[in-house]
């Protein structure tokens, strides 16, 4: 059966401090990966997404940045996060040209 | 632009049958998709449409009208666990695998 995994489930980080987001999904091969951004009570934001190793599409920008070193790992990075990164990001994938599976999601607050 | 607009939040009773719609000013698009959130957890896909029409899976059918640029998910027999966020989202045929999501309309399932 198709799985994904994103870790971590929840992080407190510092202003100004790097992070570093993975995902990887089991069970199917060339997926479509997307990183999403919800803020509270709010719709999904699109970031990054992704239809091949190495092929990073960005639809928002800002500090943070994606790579997809393997066929089904995802990272989500950034050098110095700021206080509007704060918010729950999602990793999906998807076959057709929609995401269809959602990892559980990290829930980031920054400090 | 684009952009796609649900009612914030509907309340229903328990064994009813509720419509959330879905209105959206875009372009073109390749595809209507629906989306369920509980509290707290990631989202779960539950239909696309890819042409006008009806499409039916269990419980839930959603509809889409691409000359009236509107679309709805239909819930029928409505159950206490179907208290949660609905959200749709539309692919623009602009090129590219961006999928963008409605704010999302909050359904509360009365006893």
């Known amino acids: 059966s198709q799985t994904i995994h994103q870790w971590p489930a929840t992080l407190v980080q510092p202003v100004g401090s790097p992070l570093s987001l993975e995902c990887t999904v089991e069970?199917?091969?060339?997926?479509?990966l997307y990183w999403y951004r919800q803020a509270a009570g709010r719709g999904l934001q699109l970031l990054f997404y992704?239809?091949?190793?190495?092929?990073i599409s960005s639809e928002v920008p800002q500090n943070l940045s994606a790579s997809r070193p393997q066929d089904r790992q995802f990272i989500l990075s950034s050098k110095k996060l700021l206080l509007s990164d704060s918010g729950f990001y999602l990793c999906?994938?998807?076959?057709?040209?929609?995401?269809?599976?959602f990892g559980d999601g990290t829930r980031l607050s920054i400090l | 632009g684009q952009s796609l607009e649900q009612p914030s939040e509907v309340t229903a009773v328990e064994g009813a049958i509720v419509q959330i719609n879905c209105t959206y000013q875009?372009?073109?698009?390749?595809?209507l998709s629906w989306y369920q959130q509980h509290d707290g957890g990631a989202p779960t896909f539950l239909s696309y449409?890819?042409?006008?029409g009806l499409e039916e899976t269990g419980r839930f059918s959603s509809f889409l009208s691409r000359s009236d640029s509107y679309g709805y998910l239909l819930l029928q027999e409505l159950q206490m666990k179907d208290s949660a966020s609905y959200f749709c989202?539309?692919?623009?045929?602009?090129?590219?695998?961006?999928?963008?999501f409605g704010a999302g309309t909050r359904l509360f399932v009365k006893a």
């Open positions: 992704s239809v091949g190793i190495g092929q």
């Open positions: 069970g199917t091969s060339n997926p479509n």
């Open positions: 875009t372009s073109g698009f390749y595809g």
């Open positions: 989202a539309v692919r623009p045929n602009t090129g590219g695998f961006k999928t963008i």
């Open positions: 999906a994938w998807g076959q057709d040209d929609r995401p269809q599976h």
């Open positions: 449409n890819a042409l006008d």
